[in-house]
């Protein structure tokens, strides 16, 4: 072989070895990196209990206060959020907007294949929001698919948008709602028959709204409790990894509970599951 061909087929061989070894090493530094800057960014939605936003911009919430403990246990100082619709939240990780995403985003199969999750970390039924005495009496997605004329209002990307669909709700009466405010106004208003969201989440909006006119129908029959995870970019193992470590000792120890009981969720409930038995296919 000339010696010209020899050096360039060495010189693609060195190229790939060192491009091979490069993942590993960016997934061992992530850790260091978040170090290095002092914060984790993470995604959230602002929807109380899961995640919130005070009007002093403090963030709350069972999601980010889990996160910001355990990233302190890391030596991560602090987090550093960024209001996301869920559809999005994925695509902003992946694009390295954000450094994980805490928000009570569920384990479901399709999610689990695009993000690392962490184990479980939050539980929740479905719940609708509907005017007082369901007239049309609506406590499935199923119902709402039957019924020509009802219409839902649901967070875009999320799980309960996919549920209606799945279940057969035509897109036309599936009406995306940017946040918690606006679904209950578009209820109030009559432009939405049911507005759906985990049960702690509609359950937190009508007691704020304090409107005799709605009330809850919870569990939604037919939908699953769903649990969410600490969700980091594939190829992130080993900042995950180190997250699932410090969670595992929190829930030993009872500091779990301490944070997320609080705001009506239950340990018991996550601590008796797993992401893999969340992440399998249903
Ligand atoms: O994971 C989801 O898609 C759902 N999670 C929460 C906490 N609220 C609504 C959203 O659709």
């Known amino acids: 072989m000339k010696m010209r061909h020899y050096l360039t087929m060495a010189a693609s061989v060195a190229v790939l070895a060192a491009s091979w070894t490069a993942p590993a090493a960016a997934d061992e530094n992530k850790l260091e990196e978040l170090k290095e800057q002092g914060f984790a960014r993470i995604a959230i939605a602002n929807e109380p209990p899961f995640t919130a936003v005070g009007a002093d911009g403090k963030v709350s919430g069972a999601a980010p206060d889990v996160a910001r403990e355990i990233f302190k246990r890391l030596g991560v100082e602090d987090v550093a959020a960024s209001i996301s619709e869920y559809g999005a939240m994925i695509p902003g990780l ?142 992130d193992e080993s900042l995950r990894d180190a997250f699932d470590v410090e969670l595992a000792k929190m829930k030993e120890s009872g500091e779990f509970a301490k944070i997320i009981e609080p705001y009506g969720f239950s340990a018991a409930a996550a601590m008796s599951t797993s992401r893999e038995k969340l992440c399998a296919p249903q």
């Open 94 to 235: 992946q694009a390295g907007r954000h450094d994980a995403i805490t928000a009570g985003l569920f384990m479901k199969p399709e999610r689990c294949a695009a993000v690392a999750y962490s184990e479980p970390i939050l539980c929740d039924a479905e719940a609708f929001a509907l005017k007082k005495g369901n007239p049309l009496g609506l406590t499935s997605y199923k119902d709402i698919a039957d019924n020509p004329d009802a219409t839902i209002g649901a967070p875009g990307g999320g799980t309960e948008e996919k549920l209606a669909l799945e279940a057969g709700v035509p897109r036309d009466r599936v009406i995306v709602v940017p946040d918690g405010q606006s679904g209950i106004k578009m209820l109030q208003d009559g432009r939405i028959d049911v507005y759906s969201l985990p049960v702690l989440s509609i359950n937190d909006l009508l007691a704020k709204a304090q409107d005799p006119n709605l009330e809850v129908v919870a569990p939604v029959i037919g939908a699953p409790v769903y649990c969410d995870g600490a969700a980091f970019k594939k190829g």
